[in-house]
């Protein structure tokens, strides 16, 4: 949206195709991501919130490089990801890192802790050893872990540790954007809060954009400045976390935040119950996608998409504010 | 947790301890665990994971491993002590008078039979219902907890359903004998944010409808708010703090707990930095002397690094462990 976006995707989608039957053809698409844009400043933070089956993690996976898009474009410091030669990819591979969910599935077993960090370093850039071992303890120091940890293995380590070791591998290459897929929830609610507070201390000191994909609503909210609200491969809404926190006003967003745990008992908050279920994004509803599920739905609703417009200092795709 | 009627559980002094094929290595996963639960209340038991609570729950129904022993402790309900009951006569009161929801309702389900049949099949166990009566009462059940086309569903197998209806169906299960206590182990941590609110409130009107206590087993302070009156919270193996869930909250008096509540982002608290507890959770097998939670604690003296603090009771119902909280209390 500004030029000086590190990252910016427009109208990205992904459809998988999807197979019937034993010996049934291709039939269908599953249309994990339809047309979605956003951008990333440097040193911002995009968080994406949406349940499971709204593709924010096939949206991580494309900004990754591990999925190709069927449409639309990524455009990397003004770059189109598309249009890079073999040494262009290289170069976008290193600055784009990522840190998973589970730090117990992430790390190598057999692997020193040394060697875990050290291993994009060695694959993307010809060093003397010395120079990797610097670079090595430079990072641990960073994360807030001690010199002795690099001659360590993984299950030597707790959750919260072993996930300050994936993000000193994420950083060791000095990638300019770090996508965070889920990388507290695994973690024990006391050491959340540490690694919460170190990403937002490494973005400040380091000048990090983070793309930070959580379904903890509140963690969202604290650690990002915009956000995206995806339903079923679209976004419904898009805008400034705190606007969007304050006050939702798309019908999903609404009832996604009236559904987040309250953080004290007197916290009143207006129920809006919704019924049923995501549908499967095989076969998503025609017209807009949530109105089978939405409490305000109208006859419009169901016939026709909304568009993603501009209401007051967000974007939302509603007809009901239109 | 002063109720005038006697309460429908109570644990004193309830140890549960892990040891090794060689008995040299004890882990003490329940340590000195006292605390009472009334008809209808909804308790939540907090913590880490190796803070014992998941133990907890297991000593309650007596289903621990067999590495597990209940070393010491009563465990009364309904006026039984629990732990005098035979295995016989334990499986006559699980499923029947306590039932229990776990975490992963693909794991409670099996996956060969078909959803009517598992959802009757304690009716058909504990009190002899016929075949064609229980799968009558297993469609009630379904319709009970909101499962669409409860005839049709009654007939489907659990990889046809969705994870909320599965954990919907275990929860059918669980109130299928109408107990008088429900233990739900972290139920909602596989479900989507809707979903979860379905099931919490889902929850909230079946114990309206059939006076059941609740405990819920979590690691989600949100989950406690929101259902919760009374709140316990567990710290390697101990209960460090409990009382009424909005006193907590609000004036807490274990600096765990403080600590705890101060770690949870919130949705407007904008762009600070959250209090983080340093360090890490203890491992229970080599626990330090004195206070389990001292080497984190921000508080900490030398009488904390000593002495495990004994129960200070603060106010009607509400007490900590921490000799910091003595102050203010009675022993």
């Known amino acids: 949206m500004t030029a000086g976006s590190i990252i910016e995707a427009a109208g990205l989608t992904k459809h998988f195709p999807a197979r019937r039957g034993l010996f049934g053809g291709d039939r269908g698409v599953v249309r994990a991501v339809d047309g979605v844009s956003f951008a990333i400043d440097p040193g911002k933070t995009l968080g994406v919130v949406g349940e499971s089956g709204c593709g924010k993690t096939t949206t991580a996976k494309l900004v990754l490089g591990l999925e190709a898009p069927s449409g639309g474009s990524i455009r990397f410091e003004g770059h189109d990801l598309a249009a890079l030669d073999a040494a262009g990819r290289r170069r976008y591979r290193r600055s784009v890192q990522a840190v998973f969910q589970d730090p117990y599935a992430s790390l190598n077993p057999r692997m020193r802790i040394s060697t875990i960090i050290a291993e994009p370093l060695v694959t993307n850039e010809a060093t003397n050893p010395g120079n990797v071992r610097q670079r090595v303890l430079e ?47 695994a973690l024990d609610v006391s050491i959340r809060a540490q690694i919460l507070n170190l990403l937002r201390d490494l973005q400040q000191r380091l000048g990090l954009s983070y793309l930070f994909i959580a379904h903890d609503l509140a963690a969202v909210a604290h650690m990002s400045h915009d956000v995206v609200v995806m339903y079923l491969g679209k976004v419904v809404e898009s805008g400034a976390a705190r606007a969007i926190a304050l006050k939702p006003m798309h019908p999903y967003t609404q009832a996604l935040f009236a559904a987040a745990l309250p953080s004290h008992p007197d916290e009143q908050r207006e129920e809006v119950a919704l019924s049923g279920e995501v549908p499967s994004p095989l076969n998503p509803p025609g017209g807009c996608r949530f109105h089978p599920r939405c409490p305000h739905a109208t006859a419009r609703c169901a016939a026709e998409e909304p568009p993603l417009i501009k209401v007051a200092d967000r974007m939302v795709a509603c007809h009901l504010l239109a | 947790m002063s109720t005038v009627s006697p309460p429908l559980l109570s644990l004193e002094h309830l140890s549960a301890h892990y040891v090794s094929q060689q008995g040299t290595r004890v882990v003490c996963a329940v340590d000195d665990v006292s605390l009472r639960l009334g008809a209808g209340e909804t308790l939540g038991i907090v913590g880490e994971s190796g803070s014992g609570k998941s133990t907890l729950a297991l000593t309650i129904m007596r289903q621990l491993p067999t590495a597990a022993r209940i070393v010491s402790g009563r465990m009364m309900f309904e006026g039984e002590n629990l732990l005098d009951k035979s295995d016989a006569e334990m499986r006559r009161v699980r499923g029947k008078r306590i039932a ?30 016929p075949v064609a009566k229980a ?32 954990q919907r169906i275990v929860g059918a299960i669980g109130i299928s004998c109408e107990p008088r206590l429900l233990i739900a182990d972290e139920p909602t941590t596989s479900l989507d944010l809707t979903i979860q609110a379905q099931y919490l409130n889902l929850m909230r009107d079946l114990q309206r409808e059939h006076g059941l206590a609740l405990i819920f087993i979590t690691h989600n302070l949100g989950i406690v708010a929101k259902m919760c009156t009374q709140l316990a919270v567990m710290y390697a ?42 360090g890490q959770p203890p ?49």
């Not at chain 2, 039979?113 to 598992?118: A, L, P, T, Y």
């Not at chain 2, 569903?153 to 359903?161: I, K, L, N, S």
């Not at chain 2, 509540?261 to 959250?274: A, C, F, K």
Request: charged letters at 20%; one cysteine or more.
């Open chain 1, 139 to 185: 990072l641990l120091d960073l994360v807030g872990l001690p010199e002795r940890s690099a001659d360590l293995f993984p299950h030597e380590f707790s959750g919260g540790q072993r996930q300050r070791i994936a993000i000193a591998r994420a950083l060791v290459l000095s990638p300019k954007l770090v996508v965070l897929d889920e990388p507290v929830s």
């Open chain 2, 100 to 129: 229990m929801v776990l975490q992963d309702p693909m794991a409670s389900l099996n996956p060969l039979f078909s959803i009517g049949n598992q959802v009757g099949e304690p009716l058909r166990v504990h009190e002899g219902a």
């Open chain 2, 135 to 166: 799968w009558a009462k297993a469609i009630e059940l379904l319709r009970s907890v909101r499962i669409a086309s409860p005839e049709t569903r009654a007939t489907q197998f659990p990889h046809e359903m969705s994870g909320g209806m599965r």
């Open chain 2, 237 to 278: 193996g101990r209960i460090v703090e409990q009382g009424p869930v909005k006193r907590i909250f609000s004036a807490p008096a274990h600096p765990y707990t403080k600590a705890l509540l101060g770690s949870i982002p919130r949705m407007t608290d904008g762009h600070d930095r959250l209090t983080a507890i340093e």
């Open chain 2, 283 to 331: 491992d229970l097998s080599n626990l330090p002397q004195g206070c389990a939670f001292a080497p984190r604690c921000p508080k900490a003296t030398a009488h904390c690094r000593a002495e495990a603090p004994i129960e200070f009771i603060l106010a009607d119902g509400h007490s900590a462990r921490c000799w910091l909280a003595s102050g203010s209390a009675t022993a």
